[in-house]
């Protein structure tokens, strides 16, 4: 057991082994010093404590619809509440398929975002323009809402959809169809402007932390600024970007509001981009109210639950990768 | 081209060749860094123009609905104009405090946790539990919600919106607090326990004073962000059209209300969700501009 810098200043006590070793404080210290520090773990374990009752409140309530449907939960696009069959594949799909769409729109110019403010912006304009990805980043998910059934959605439909269905649409199906306007296609737009502030934040931080002297060994060897970026910078940072894009990804999951104002909710699993689709966050949001019978809401709270288990995957693969990466940048 | 003709100086020239000129391939690759470098430019370009999109049709379809009314009045029934917000922004206050009541200290705690245990495994755990808590989606932090607090009191309250607040609320703060009391310098601390001090003494009379700033940050920053949630509060809050003070009975919030005047087929409901959307950003921008420019932590680093 190596010595945290906090326990660098306390009395020696005896040798911590076992439960003892978890709750530093213990040991050494008066009754007050011993209350404190256990009350710190109470607080500290509250977390964990709330994780493991979402799950097991949420599994509960979702138990029928699984028992009821078994694997046909998942692999059924029959999503019928009056007829009492629920399957949460056109959910699934859309969601799917919206997130990936707006990770093909989003990583792109969050990482070419990234490198300007990283590599080459100077000082006066790398600031401003960091600031305002921020404010992006703080404007409330209804609001993109908002701007998207009233701004964004009325322009796709006239100046994209519209042109991109009577020529290409014709050949390629992901552009075929009547241009409605809503959509997957305004769905994974409106989710690529959320996600970029995000993932390029976390590919700054990325990029910056990639040591100085490799840049310089580049430069040195005659690599153009942009050879050293693409053929040393990037390599380097690759994991961090890496796991800054799958955070991107989960938080594009669960997004609700705004790609349930744009996106049509109407549960199908169409070919095209320019068709309405649904997700599994906006059913919940659509239909958790009036839900009527038990199934009905069992079905929901099953969607629920798969939504919970895909982003804490999602997630948690994206916090190990980035991990793993801060602590090699701070070695 | 590059290639100088047979002249009596063909030799040295060949040997100075990347001072005189440069050969194809090198051209090319200066063409290549100088066209990407320009294409990351307008990577940046094009994330902003949104922005500047939003705020500009913000302005335009807001601003003109923003009165004295809109801040003092319940909505109006369909079909009358006027009518104004007070009864969301009441509602959106009460559920922010209700959840800085509750999770502010619990979270505050869990992070002097997490920063006073670095090396210990449970704290390991807790910490990455934290981190994927950031990440669950908020609507079904708001369906966990219901079934737990909704379903036991057997109808909507502010009480179980101000829950589902706090449990987006906590990660977030956890998280800044424990960042926040790492950044407090160790000799601050060393000193205390040398003067005697007990270690819960030194932790809340030396250590959090010192951190405050940055704390006070924090949980400015993620206040601002849970005021402009509405997932969660759709099946706890749930709304409600008139005055409301109890925390037991459902109340109103301002995101709640945009989303709802948003997907409406009226006119002037339309024109409300914009001036809603106008205040919410305006509430959201000034709390976080505050956090940013007027504390500064004494110890951070950026």
Do not use: C
Not at chain 1, 122 to 136: C, D, H, S, V
Not at chain 1, 246 to 275: H, Q, Y
Not at chain 1, 289 to 316: C, K, P, R, W
Not at chain 2, 58 to 71: E, P, Q, Y
């Amino acid at each position: 057991m190596q010595a945290t810098p906090e326990e660098a200043g306390a009395l020696p006590g005896p040798p911590r082994r076992g439960v003892a070793a978890w709750f530093p404080g213990w040991w050494h210290g008066n009754l007050s010093d011993r209350t404190y520090s256990m009350a710190l773990a109470a607080f500290g374990l509250t977390i964990p404590v709330l994780f493991l009752l979402i799950l097991v409140r949420i599994g509960r309530a979702a138990w029928p619809a699984l028992a009821a449907f078994g694997g046909a939960f998942v692999s059924s696009s029959d999503w019928n509440p009056v007829a009492g069959s629920f399957g949460a594949l056109p959910f699934i799909y859309g969601t799917v398929v919206s997130s990936l769409l707006a990770l093909v729109i989003a990583v792109p110019l969050a990482v070419g975002l990234a490198i300007f403010l990283t590599e080459l912006a100077p000082r006066w304009l790398a600031t401003p323009i960091a600031f305002g990805t921020e404010l992006l980043a703080a404007i409330p998910s209804v609001v993109y809402g908002l701007w998207g059934i009233f701004v964004l959605v009325p322009w796709l439909r006239d100046h994209v959809q519209a042109p991109l269905a009577g020529s290409v649409g014709k050949s390629i199906g992901l552009f075929a169809g009547p241009a409605y306007g809503v959509s997957i296609l305004a769905g994974g737009v409106v989710m690529a402007i959320m996600i970029v502030p995000f993932i390029s934040a976390v590919s700054r931080e990325v990029l910056a932390a990639v040591p100085v002297a490799q840049r310089e060994a580049a430069l040195a060897l005659g690599a153009t600024r942009w050879e050293m970026t693409w053929q040393v910078v990037l390599p380097y940072a690759t994991p961090g970007i890496i796991g800054a894009v799958i955070l991107g990804l989960g938080r594009a999951l669960g997004e609700t509001m705004a790609i349930t104002m744009v996106i049509g909710n109407r549960p199908d699993i169409p070919t095209s981009l320019f068709a309405p689709g649904y997700t599994m966050a906006s059913v919940l949001a659509n239909e958790f109210s009036e839900a009527s019978d038990e199934l009905h809401l069992a079905a929901l709270m099953g969607i629920a639950l798969l939504l919970f288990g895909i982003t804490i995957i999602v997630n948690s693969i994206a916090r190990l990768l980035v991990w793993r990466v801060a602590r090699r940048a701070g070695k | 081209m590059s290639g100088p003709a047979i002249t009596p100086h063909a030799e040295s020239a060949a040997a100075a060749l990347p001072r005189q000129g440069l050969g194809f391939r090198d051209r090319r690759r200066r063409a290549t860094s100088l066209v990407m470098l320009a294409l990351t430019g307008v990577a940046a370009a094009i994330t902003v123009l949104p922005l500047l999109l939003i705020f500009f049709h913000l302005l335009r379809a807001g601003l003109g609905a923003i009165s004295v009314d809109f801040f003092t009045q319940t909505p109006a029934p369909v079909g009358e104009s006027g009518g104004g917000i007070g009864n969301s922004l009441l509602g959106t206050f009460l559920l922010v405090s209700l959840s800085a009541l509750i999770g502010l200290p619990i979270a505050i705690g869990a992070g002097i946790y997490l920063a006073e245990n670095e090396a210990s495994p449970i704290a390991g755990v807790v910490r990455f539990v934290t981190d994927v808590m950031n990440g669950i989606p908020s609507i079904v932090i708001g369906i966990f919600v219901w079934t737990w607090v909704v379903v036991s009191m057997g109808h909507f309250s502010a009480f179980a919106g101000g829950v589902a607040l706090a449990i987006m609320l906590i990660p977030m703060v956890t998280r800044t607090t424990e960042e926040m009391v790492r950044l407090v310098p160790r000799e601050l601390k060393e000193g205390g326990l040398a003067l005697g001090f007990t270690r819960w003494r030194t932790t809340l009379g030396i250590v959090l004073p010192a951190a405050r700033s940055g704390i006070l940050t924090g949980v400015l920053v993620a206040l601002a962000r849970i005021a402009g949630e509405t997932a969660p509060l759709l099946f706890t809050a749930f709304g409600n059209p008139f005055w409301e003070w109890r925390l037991g009975e459902p109340v109103d919030a301002l995101p709640v209300r945009i989303f709802q005047y948003a997907i409406s087929p009226y006119e002037e409901w339309h024109q409300l969700a914009w001036a809603g959307s106008l205040l919410l950003i305006a509430l959201v921008l000034a709390v976080s501009l505050a956090a940013r420019f007027l504390i500064r932590s004494p110890y951070r680093s950026r």
